[in-house]
């Protein structure tokens, strides 16, 4: 009996137990979706089975009915919840609570991998359970040797903390020593079909013709496995060679792969396959619980089978939705190829998702871990765009950034007719609600820079300097024309940052498409330090990326 089966035949007792011993296959089915929203794609199969199964179960006396239903565990009614908002609790978490994180080392962790890595920190926290970080390297081609350091590296910027690190190239002996002993339970079998007649059986729901060799004919083959070609034979799982869905079918366990390992060499040619690997990890360093998107619901299928061959317990697995990242680029095969040809400066290029980039732009941490945490691990798809990303980040950055002025495409402006009574320095708050961090000072002499695009083109226009005095400009010259902001309101003037001329900073912004914007900043700014988050007033946050012979290089994170 396959799991759809298992599930159907409890609730057509349950559903048998409650009217009469009469189960009603409209109600069986709408358990089955509620509770299981995996099967709803296959509504047509599930209607069929259930049919069956509820003929069946009706036929029976309802003494047999209420007693199969006590031993497959009984029916308690379900407590009406409240809607969960951000993480819900874990299932059967008595006996403590062991997860793992495990990325394949392909490229730099992006901000899809945040919601794994940052929902199982956050479980780990709420249960004081143990997190196992570990990178699942077993297919060779898919390996960047710089991500084994770019990962550890991405998670402690997320806050991630994990208790114990593995690699799986490490633990190749213990794969072999697992798939020895699967071989001798006759839970797998070693195959040497060719690719596309194996497909033509499996389609077709008949075994393979190695499928019922001797063990000893399976372990001959198997120590052969090592000297033969890539895809001359493999080692499959044993599952239902007529389950409904074909790629649950007699599954591989063990390959060759004719591929140099960057961390092994070519010391091994036999491989796991990602769910035996994960299957035996997974129960040897005793995880209990299994965070995966919903696209690995037929991998759990899976690996179950080869829980049950080895008699050991299944985790909790716990799926969810899709993660679907809205102008955000995620793809690290599709990074990887434009930083070869030069497109991308790099993994931290500010058009990429990238955690790297993200964090080099001034994306706090924190808003990330807000982000994914108000998420959940539901099975309903979610949408997240850089508008809400900037919006949790913006409520950091508010408290944290100290302002400053900065005049991007500069115009050099002398203003005359100015009294030497405001010829003088100006002093504004570093934050205007945090007076005790001090004030930064503008020396005002009347010859300012100001951005090309704010200079008034209508004649007799008033623009306020913040602070400062207001000007018009006439046949392209500045004038004074007053001193405060009374006139300036009077006058419907436009306010802008200004930056003197005197002593101004040379800066450069990065923005988000990679674009620069080329400007002077105040005196004051050089004493913000690199990595510091800074707003620049009526530009946006920035981040200070490099500091070199008294250049200030930024980049954009958002208005």
């Known amino acids: 009996m396959d799991k759809l089966e298992e599930i159907i035949r409890k609730y057509a007792l349950i559903n048998a137990t409650q009217h009469g011993g009469q189960a009603q296959p409209g109600a069986v089915m709408g358990m089955v979706m509620s509770n ?26 309802i003494e047999e009915q209420n007693k199969e239903l006590e031993e497959r565990g009984g029916y308690q009614k379900k407590k009406k919840q409240e809607k969960v908002q951000g993480l819900a609790d874990l299932p059967h978490t008595e006996e403590g609570v062991v997860l793992r994180f495990a990325p394949n080392p392909s490229g730099p962790l992006h901000v899809g991998h945040a919601r794994a890595a940052l929902s199982n920190d956050e479980y780990k926290r709420r249960y004081k359970g143990k997190l196992i970080l570990r990178v699942e390297d077993t297919d060779p081609r898919r390996v960047d040797p710089e991500a084994y350091q770019m ?19 490490n633990r190749m002996e213990i794969y072999y020593q697992m798939a020895e002993e699967l071989i001798k339970k006759g839970g797998a079998y070693m195959c040497t079909c060719p690719g596309d007649v194996f497909k033509e059986l499996k389609d077709s729901s008949q075994p393979c013709p190695h499928r019922d060799a001797s063990v000893e004919e399976n372990l001959a083959l198997w120590e052969k496995m090592p000297e033969t070609g890539e895809g001359e034979m493999v080692l499959r799982v044993k599952t239902d060679i007529k389950h409904k869905n074909p790629a649950i079918r007699d599954w591989v366990a063990m390959r060759v792969v004719e591929e140099t390992h960057p961390l092994e060499g070519d010391k091994y040619r036999v491989y796991p396959m990602m769910n035996f690997a994960v299957a035996v990890d997974d129960h040897l360093m005793g995880v209990t619980h299994v965070l995966r998107g919903k696209d690995h619901l037929a991998n759990s299928e899976k690996q179950e089978y080869l829980y049950h061959h080895m008699n050991w317990d299944v985790p909790e697995f716990i799926h969810y939705g899709r993660l679907k990242m809205e102008d955000i680029p995620l793809s690290t095969s599709k990074a990887r190829e434009k930083i070869e040809e030069g497109i991308y400066s790099g993994w931290d290029d500010p058009r990429l998702g990238t955690i790297r980039a993200i964090a080099r732009r001034g994306i706090q941490a924190e808003a990330i871990r807000e982000l994914m945490t108000e998420i959940g691990v539901k099975m309903a798809d979610t949408a997240v765009s850089w508008k809400k990303i900037y919006g949790l980040n913006r409520t950091i950055l508010e408290e944290k950034a100290n302002r400053y002025f900065m005049v991007a495409n500069p115009q050099l402006v002398e203003i005359k007719g100015v ?35 704010d200079i008034p083109t209508q004649p007799g226009e008033v623009l306020r300097l913040m602070d400062a005095v207001n000007i018009t400009f006439q046949d392209g010259q500045a004038h004074y024309h007053s001193e405060g902001l009374e006139e300036a309101r009077e006058a419907k003037a436009r306010i802008v940052q200004w930056v003197p001329a005197t002593n101004a900073v040379e800066t450069e912004i990065v923005m988000p498409d990679a674009s620069v914007v080329t400007g002077f900043a105040e005196e004051s700014i050089s004493q913000v330090k690199v990595d510091d988050v800074v707003q620049l007033e009526r530009i946006g946050f920035t981040r200070l990326d490099q500091k070199e012979d008294g250049q200030l290089r930024f980049y954009y994170a958002h208005k």
Not at 36 to 61: D, F
Request: net charge negative; charged share 25%.
């Open 36 to 61: 299981h929203p995996e099967y709803r794609q296959n509504a047509g199969e599930v209607s069929k089975t259930t049919a069956q199964i509820v003929q069946a179960i009706n036929q029976m006396p």
């Open 151 to 169: 990962i550890p590296e991405d998670l402690k910027w997320m806050g991630v903390t994990w208790d114990e690190e593995d690699i799986q190239s």
């Open 419 to 453: 009294p030497d009574s405001l010829l003088k320095s100006v002093e504004r708050p570093l934050h205007p609600d945090h007076l005790d961090r001090g004030m930064r000072t503008l020396n005002f002499n009347g010859c300012v820079y100001l951005d090309s695009e």
